[in-house]
């Protein structure tokens, strides 16, 4: 019995931190409604300002937290600066994808400037503690908490009683609205930032006491766990996000209790899918509010896809089959055949993303099941890779379906994170399914390449298998796009309400986009695997997910052949360069940063 | 003019006592519609009145409270809007809804979508399973029936005269406000509805493209096509019609032929002190419900 | 590449090695021999991502070996030199450093991955390269199965858990253990052996927990674990969440003895964990305070170049360099002549190992063994030999 009471009471101290962080996404939704996924990475810098505060200058604690709270203000107007001012015509999708390539520069910046090593962070406080039960609460836990409880209060009373904190609310309800009745917008915004930011290095700081330990790759782990906090609480609810982030800290803590440590983050997100599932406004709004508007449709910029000559294409893709009769280096075709593999996962998600307008940000959790799936099938019950293959494609496409069905009635931001969440669950359950995935051991042996008996070992042969696979499958694809399929789905992007009303079912073919794309991106997944001949949980994560992203706008979303120019030019050129392997996620967030900004229609932009 | 006619068989739109609430307020307060084969019935009313609000109820986009729609004598009562759009109700937007980024023809090609042989829904998964494979492979019978909707769009088109034949392959976004809720009815036309549910057809619209559009809706009232009409711009109304619905505050006030409800006390105290209803042409508002 | 603005010492090597890559580069394309020109090692490791830090440890130990071997004239006349490629310990990445390193000529041999299992994946290149593929951290059973081209120096969790279960077992006295160990296959890998250990020396496994790399708070699993009531606590974790646990056990009033696998033995360990971790007991197979003079050489000269205490990381990666000199030196510097040399090797100096050979089987260092370790005083110190075990 104690034992549940101590878990309590942990769960409540660890929602207390998430408190910290989704307090600020959600004056930031709030007011601006953006999701800023590079929260967390200002709350890793917050922590390092700390450090260097109370360690390199030896600056007493209450100069250290002002130092940290001014200097994240500060990077929290840069924020807003770059990621949001500029792109305000734009669709709400594209601040979103700003924000992530803002936190992957930080975050390798951090990383370049610091090194990766986790420091220890020394807390000048003293060191008592308060036991209840079973648990003890430290003084540091109540700082932590007096400082959550007092920031809710503070914004509260500034937004309810201030006139800046009305104009905020104003311009969160009606931007153009409040421009008219004379209120700064752009100021608003800026101060929002600043406070939100502040609070979000100050926790860092907090919680890099808390553990004693900072490191530059603390960020993104804190803003998934603050955007569940968010939307749990319901998203620009600044009472609500703490409410959401203790419930989301209880539900961990349970979750730990019940199944052990490391079903934790699977608790946190199939906590995030069943609010979108069933409450998606949050705890506490009523259900019927009309959901909120699309989020794309309108980020494709007004501007004509560019239409390349068949002639060019059929020239390129001749050349593409010529090459390694070119190249004397196996090094070179080995890096391009990499490529066409995640050419299958572009032209997967450009389908979704683009064509549909399904922005999905998990989709790297495909190739991880079409990879296991092929793997498993050919490990355990030695079928050869021409079987598994196919069939790792139609599993994909029959899973993943399946998991990202429910999600179909969101739109908006709600997507995006629903498919968030659903690819780090995937990646989840494959890490804790150890009786089928063999949990954190991987698969290895996985037996190579075979064609009806040949076996394709030869850098060469593969390079020709896994390219001719994905021209057929590039064609097929863009047979659907001209077909009524292709402009039912452009419907759905372009307005589903209208579509509805044309005898469109939504969900119909939002099922049909993620299947067919599910089955490119799972025989991707099951080529890889005979390629690599091991893998694990963690060969197709998150960051692919974002890389994916990446590749698609590059290329244009909805365009068949930007997808397999993006997939090229992000996988294959950084290959070739490997000198600037330390900087690669550096450029990857300023390319995404830069494209979102000044070409979201990106090389070939397609409709 | 059309007598009201008691025959059950020829009313389309039966709704009754439909209500909606958002909160404490009641947007639509037990609202009786009845819209008979070949009608044309306006729905009128100063702004709030809940003429989208309404709409919205019988097009699916929202479900009542309470109340009963009934439509060619089957209940559809919260049915989602593609249910109905099989069963033949087409409707255009308040603000006009287009598909920016399609081209105007794919614009008016989705308008057939429910009614077409390729897109039949077929059983739960294998459906739709086979729908990519008719959209991959395709048949004899299935490229027919394309080229025929083609055929049938393009003539669609023309009776917007020059409009929109020259642009078939213009980005929808690409046009003017007018032409782009033409392309809107186009496309409510290509679904052959049994009534065409129009939301402010002319809003925004200066008074020789209100002329033009005028002149369509009245073609197609010859043709017998049943209309339900929200309109501000009463003098259209009075043309239009041949029965008047008029909301105030979700509730109606008056029912009845043109002449009748002009004159009506109740909605001229409706209109704030306007003598003569209709004398001024309809002011453009800010958004509504 | 670390760039911190108060280390001049690093700015300048960032610029020397910045300038090394462009003459190595423009070397490249230049087909004219020169009697000295280097000998190349290749590099697979973590330099950015999760185990960015131990790569870092690598890239020390390279450094401090390639200033004794080409402080005293090089390898036969030639400069030692090393490519260190950036894989993340990602499979993927690794398979494609292995094709470029394989079709490199000028690449003898490579070191590395980080992780078994970015080493496995890469194992079936090298192997039909004929590249010696030297793990020489890679502890996975089945690493060197890959074939006669993988090698490695690091004790196989098959020998390295019985020794740590033995130390736990008769040397502290645990009977009832809690495990918790990182959910990685070589988390679980080590978890398994030692468990099984564990029972063949009669002693209990009373509650097993995983973690995941990125977790950071423990409370709950220790609530968890302390159901089951153990007498003590072992840890399969690397420094950073094995200090973490530690400091939280100890906040939440757990006074049980707590072991850890020897990948926790770091000054790290220490920084991190503060006065929590005194008493905790671990042991290695790298020790500073060995008297030998091949340790004490090695750890002086590591302090003064980094001003700090070196760990296994480290001294692994040094000694791994050191074997790849020796290797080239005696048997040639073609990639055939290193492979046979692996076998054939005896009498290196390892700050490891003392002088040590490979089992030819196992492909494996033969007969290695551990150091009993505790912490004392914020320090790591050899273990008195006294019992661990109080009643709760």
Known sequence: MTAWFDYTINGLIVGNIYALLAVGLALIFGVSHLINFAHGSVYMVGGFIGWLCLTRLGLPLPVALLATVVGCALLGIVIERIGLRPLQGAARIAPLLATIGISFVLDQLAQIVFGPDPRPVPSPLPQWTLSIGGAALGSLDLLIAAIGVGAAAVLYVFLRFTRLGWAVRATAQDRDAAQQMGVNVNAVNQAVFAIACGLGGLSGLLVGMYYNSIDPAMGFQATLKGVVALLVGGLGNVPGAIAGSLLLGLVESYGVALFGTSYRDLFAFVLLLAFLVWRPNGLFSSNRRLPPEPLTGTFLSNRRAVRIPRRVIVAVVALAFALPFATPSSYVVQTLTNGWIYGLLALSLTLVAGTVGQISLGHAALLLIGAYASALLSVNLGWPPALTIPLAGLITAAIGTLLVYPSFRLRGHYVSIATLGIGEIIGLVVLNWDSLTRGPVGITGIPPLTLFGWQLTGARSVYWFTLAVLVLLALLQVRLLRSHLGRTWRAIREDDVAARAYGIRPNRYKAIAFACGGLAAGIGGGIAAHLYSYINYQTFDSQVSILALTMVILGGLGSVIGAVAGAIALISLPELFRFAADYRMLIYGVILLLLVRFRPQGLFGAV | MSSTSTNTADILFDVRRVTRRFGGLVAVDEVNVSVARGECVSVIGPNGAGKSTLFNLLTGIDTPDAGEVRFGGEDVTGMAPELLAARGIARTFQHGRVFGNLSVLDNVLIGAHARLATTRRGWPVVGAFAEVVRALVGSAAMRREDAELREEVTALLARFGTRLTPRIDEPAHSLSYANRRRVEIARALALRPRILLLDEPTAGMNESETAEMLELILGLKREGLTILLIEHKLDLVMRLSDRVLVLDDGRKIAQGLPDEVRNDPAVIEAYLGHRQVGAQAGRSETAAA | ?392
């Open chain 3, 1 to 392: 590449m670390s760039i911190l603005w108060t280390n001049k010492r690093g700015a300048a090597c960032t610029l020397l090695q910045l300038a090394g890559a462009l003459t190595i580069a423009i070397g490249a394309a230049m087909p004219v021999a020169n009697a000295a020109d280097p000998y190349w090692v290749g590099v697979t490791g973590p330099l950015s991502g999760q185990d960015a830090q131990y790569g870092e440890q690598w890239k020390r130990g390279f450094d401090l070996a390639l200033e004794q071997i080409n402080g005293n004239g090089g390898v036969n006349g030639h400069p030692l030199a090393y490519d260190f490629e950036d894989s993340r310990s990602d499979p993927r990445q690794a398979v494609a450093i292995a094709q470029k390193f394989v079709g490199d000529k000028r690449i003898l041999l490579e070191l590395g991955d980080l992780s078994s299992g970015a080493s496995m994946a890469a194992s079936p290149v090298y192997q039909r390269a004929g590249l010696v593929q030297f793990g020489f951290t890679n502890s996975h059973p089945d690493f060197t199965k890959g074939g006669d081209y993988m090698w490695s120096t690091a004790i196989s969790q098959a020998e390295e858990q019985p020794m740590l279960a033995h130390y736990v077992t008769k040397g502290l006295g645990f009977k009832k253990i809690a495990v918790l160990y990182l959910n990685t296959d070589w988390g679980r890998t080590s978890k398994d052996i030692f468990a099984k250990a564990a029972l063949a020396n009669g002693a209990q496994v009373v509650a097993v927990e995983a973690y995941q790399p990125n977790e950071k708070d423990f409370r709950a699993t220790l609530t968890r674990v302390r159901s089951e009531e153990p007498d003590s606590m072992v840890l399969i974790s690397y420094y950073s969440d094995g200090a973490q646990i530690v400091r939280q056990a100890r906040a939440a009033g757990v006074r049980t003895p707590i072991a850890a696998v020897g990948s926790v033995y770091s000054p790290k360990f220490l920084d991190l964990g503060g006065a929590a971790v005194n008493g905790v007991y671990t042991e290695s197979n790298f020790f500073p305070g060995d008297p030998r003079p091949e340790v004490q050489s090695f750890v002086q000269r590591y302090r003064a170049k980094y001003g700090a205490e070196p760990d296994t990381f480290a001294a692994r990666a040094y000694d791994a360099m050191i074997l790849a000199s020796e290797v080239i030196r005696r048997y040639g510097a073609d990639r055939t002549a290193v492979h046979d040399g692996f076998s054939k090797i005896s009498d290196v100096p390892s700050v490891i190992f003392g002088k040590f050979k490979f089992d030819p089987q196992t492909r494996r260092v033969a007969g290695a063994k551990n150091l009993d370790l505790v912490v004392k005083d914020g320090k790591f110190a050899l273990w008195d030999g006294a019992s661990a075990v109080h009643a709760q």
